[in-house]
């Protein structure tokens, strides 16, 4: 995507360690180093509304159409990002831009997110990103607009949870944790046997309850998506409490067009024995016929934190089709 964003300051490491630790490296590398420092610039263009473009993937996920791709944008387009081009590269690294160096943007917050939360999972991590990211342009508070044949508003097929907010995530209140046994369910639901799943993680699965107990749809994703409504649907979310011991969450219902959200419980309690609660999300939907997704959120405010996840919705009727 096209975008001046940058992973902001406050997330840094500190710049002087780093510096000597490039200088070591360099003294170590080469017989005669020679080393000129320089203060650091900043320049700073012109201002451009931020937007997808044409050409970056989306959503829906062709192999697990419950599942939202991608889960956070990212700049990329015209902005420069290091990689590593093979692991003999003794230059170190390269820059390109391009939608996939949206990548090592993400990578680079993540392990910033992991200095500073060592004890986060990944799941922790890409919830923190996703729950926090923009879905307006954070300098104008204008939509953010997708390219394509016809340039429209972005939605989350368009760029997951919204525009990566790295301060935001340094603190995002809540996060919508997994461990292994989690990925071991979401597999069992898939339709993969025990033999195939051991493959995977190296060791004897056991889907908790039997597979035929889980569902894609409760995988605790900071996402919802649901491909094939008909009529009504439950499903269930469980968050844990990384800010205040004592905190109250009120939920905030954006449904999406021609359904009915509703969340239980409305409000969440948490104190230092209390870390982790379960909610239940049961959507409904009035369309008669088949539709194509509609777009909400969900989002639990306690007055200092925003914990958004986006919410999409297709109305399926297997013999009733829209022209």
């Known amino acids: 995507m096209s975008s001046r964003l940058v992973a902001g300051g406050l997330l840094q490491p500190n710049k002087t360690s780093k510096t000597c630790l490039h200088i070591m490296i360099l003294l170590r590398a080469f ?32 192999l697990s159409s419950a599942v939202l791709k991608p889960d956070i944008a990212a700049p990329g387009v015209d902005i420069l990002a290091a990689y590593i081009t093979s692991e003999d590269n003794i230059r170190g690294y390269d820059f390109l831009s391009g939608t996939s160096m949206a990548t090592p943007h993400v990578a680079g917050i993540a392990a910033l997110l992991k200095s500073m939360h060592p004890n986060w999972s990944p799941a922790a991590i890409k919830s923190a990103l996703v729950t926090t990211a923009w879905t307006t342009d954070p300098y104008s508070g204008e939509p953010i607009f997708a390219g394509g044949d016809t340039k429209k508003i972005a939605d989350p097929f368009d760029y997951g949870g919204g525009v990566t907010n790295p301060n935001g995530a340094r603190n995002p209140g809540l996060v919508y944790d997994m461990g292994t046994q989690d990925y071991i369910n979401y597999l069992c639901a898939m339709g993969y046997n025990e033999t195939s799943i051991e493959q995977l993680v190296g060791k004897n699965p056991a889907c908790d309850g039997g597979a035929a107990n889980h569902s894609i749809l409760d995988m605790n994703l900071p996402s919802i998506t649901i491909p094939n409504l008909k009529g009504s649907v439950t499903l269930k979310r469980t968050v844990t409490n990384v800010g205040n011991p004592n905190s109250e969450y009120e939920a905030v219902i954006d449904p999406p067009q021609g359904t009915v959200v509703d969340v239980n419980p409305k409000y969440l309690l948490f104190n230092p024995k209390l870390r982790s609660m379960t909610y239940t999300v049961t959507i409904s939907t009035s369309h008669k016929i088949t539709t194509e997704y509609y777009f909400g959120s969900l989002t639990w405010a306690d007055g200092m934190h925003s914990v958004r996840i986006p919410i999409s919705v297709k109305t399926e009727f297997p013999d009733v089709f829209s022209h």
Do not use: E, I, Q
Request: contains cysteine.
């Open 31 to 62: 017989n005669d180093p020679k080393v000129r420092l320089k203060p650091t610039k900043t320049y700073t263009g012109k201002y451009a509304s931020t937007n997808v473009v044409s050409f970056s993937s989306r959503c829906p996920n062709s």
